[in-house]
């Protein structure tokens, strides 16, 4: 079970932290992710980390500007956003499943678990 939190207004330039909590059984090949739809939009990837070694994936829009890490202790994964647009605008969801393989970490339909959403505004 995934519960996402820590969504919010803020001005663009701005900087927020997403935390996804995770219960449950876990496993060292999981891979948490981070996904976010804007209205009108479909679900987007966001950013990705594999909890056996901490390698991290991201979505070009969000390079240099989002960081993604874990706390293997609390099991609860952050997404760090700084220097937020108006385009980042939008529910953000955090996701996790087993073993995803590199070429379709991406991919929504490859994540089996997922949390609640959770509401970034970001103002101009």
Not at 50 to 72: E, L, N, P, Q
Request: aromatic share 14%; hydrophobic share 35%.
């Amino acid at each position: 079970q995934l519960q996402a939190y820590g969504g919010g207004l803020v001005q663009a330039g701005g900087s927020l932290r997403l935390s996804c909590a995770t219960s449950g059984r876990t496993y060292s090949s999981f891979v948490s992710g981070w996904f976010r739809q804007a209205p009108g939009k479909e679900r987007e990837f966001v950013a990705a980390i594999r909890w056996s070694g901490d390698t991290t994936y991201y979505a070009d829009s969000v390079k240099g500007r989002f960081t993604i890490s874990r706390d293997s202790a609390e099991k609860t994964v952050f997404l760090q956003m700084n220097n937020l647009r108006p385009e980042d605008t939008a529910v953000y969801y955090c996701a996790a499943d087993n073993a995803i393989g590199l070429a379709i970490i991406r991919f929504r339909s490859q994540y089996k678990y997922w949390g609640q959403g959770t509401l970034v505004t970001v103002s101009s």
